[in-house]
């Protein structure tokens, strides 16, 4: 079982963002997919996740109306798009496996994607 993510780097303020999570290993249809985050000298927490059945998404509080999940099944990649990124945002960010979907971070973890948003 693999998950790669992709994407991360330096960013202003007001900007944007597209992380990617390529998966292997295991059958991608199965599994909703989900980035969690985590700060420096802060817990792990979800941002959003999307099922593997109905496409159903959920989002954090803190990044709803700013980013976007997504998932290409041909491809076995997750995507979430961010925009109007925030210091706040900054954090390593992971892509997670699991089946159901939901915020319990359990299942498969990729290495994670850094993520830093400039003031």
């Known amino acids: 079982v693999q998950l790669v993510e992709s994407g991360g780097g330096l960013v202003q303020a007001g900007g944007s963002l597209r992380l990617s999570c390529a998966a292997s290993g295991f059958t991608f249809d199965d599994y909703a997919i989900g980035w969690f985050r985590q700060a420096p000298g802060k817990e792990r927490e979800g941002v959003s996740w999307i099922s593997s059945s109905d496409g159903s998404t959920d989002y954090a509080d803190s990044v709803k109306g700013r980013f976007t999940i997504s998932r290409d099944n041909a491809k076995n990649t997750v995507y979430l798009q961010m925009t109007s990124l925030k210091p706040a945002d900054t954090a390593v960010y992971y892509c997670?496996?699991?089946?159901?979907?939901?915020?319990?971070?359990?299942?498969?973890w990729g290495q994670g994607t850094q993520v830093t948003v400039s003031s």
């Open positions: 997670n496996a699991d089946d159901p979907p939901g915020w319990d971070q359990t299942g498969y």
